[in-house]
């Protein structure tokens, strides 16, 4: 009987760990809360970089339709035109991630800054009140 009620009560122990070690550990967006934080960060953007983020979006759905443009001649192509047309998207495709890239390390260059030396200055703050 004593061994009976030592396998159960060691049972009951072990199965949470069991049924925690099953759980998916990986968090979606939408249970974390991060599209709540998305949108009202986006509320929270001043008039400036509302305006930035607007034209970015107006690039890409620019950039998009080239691309798309591009994908639709190469699918209809055939024999030789395919091959001209399958270079012309992956030209397309380098091009815009190079302007991509210049546009992020500009945008790394002026942002970073800005909030390298905030962080600085709260630094500064912190130690001068030691």
């Known amino acids: ?19 925690f070690a099953q759980q998916d550990k990986t968090q979606h967006p939408a ?3 991060g599209m709540k934080m998305e949108s009202g960060h ?21 950039m998009d339709a ?3 443009e591009k994908v639709a001649a190469m699918d209809a192509a055939k024999g030789d035109q ?4 399958m270079a012309a998207v992956i030209k397309e495709m380098v091009s815009q991630r190079k302007t991509m890239q210049e546009h992020m390390m500009e945008m790394h260059e002026t942002k970073g800054h800005e909030h390298m030396k905030g962080s600085m ?4 703050g912190k130690g001068k009140g030691m």
């Open 1 to 19: 009987m004593k061994k009976l009620s030592f396998v159960l009560m060691l049972a009951v122990l072990i199965m949470p760990c069991g049924l």
């Open 31 to 33: 249970a974390s809360g």
């Open 42 to 62: 986006e509320h929270s953007m001043s008039g400036d970089h509302m305006k930035e983020h607007d034209e970015m979006m107006s690039k890409m759905k620019e």
């Open 66 to 68: 080239r691309l798309n």
């Open 82 to 85: 395919k091959v001209e047309a």
């Open 121 to 124: 200055e709260k630094d500064a």
